[in-house]
């Protein structure tokens, strides 16, 4: 399965946004329509659920995710994703 982790183009240049937006949702509509059935989210700062991955998860996506993160709140931020996501299931 792809990685779909760059955020700049061929050239190295970043993308615009329109590109960025544009590229983000190809890349959902690919894994929404590709029936994955794993996704491997990795992350180093910050908030280590991608909101992408929410919206996706939101509309009714299901997968099984495996988070890496380095952040110092991972462990909560993961909690309250898990939290939601177990509401939306009901």
């Not at 700062?45 to 009714?60: A, C, F, I, T, Y």
Request: proline fraction near 6%; charge should be negative; hydrophobic fraction near 40%.
């Amino acid at each position: 399965m792809p990685a779909y982790l760059s955020v700049a183009g061929p050239s190295g240049a970043p993308f615009s946004d329109f590109e960025n937006r544009l590229r983000r949702m190809t890349m959902l509509d690919a894994l929404r329509r590709a029936a994955v059935r794993e996704i491997l989210v990795m992350s180093e700062r910050g908030e280590p659920v991608p909101s992408d991955l929410k919206d996706l998860w939101s509309s009714g996506f299901r997968c099984q995710i495996t988070f890496v993160s380095e952040a110092a709140d991972a462990h909560e931020s993961l909690h309250q994703f898990e939290v939601s996501a177990h509401q939306s299931w009901h």
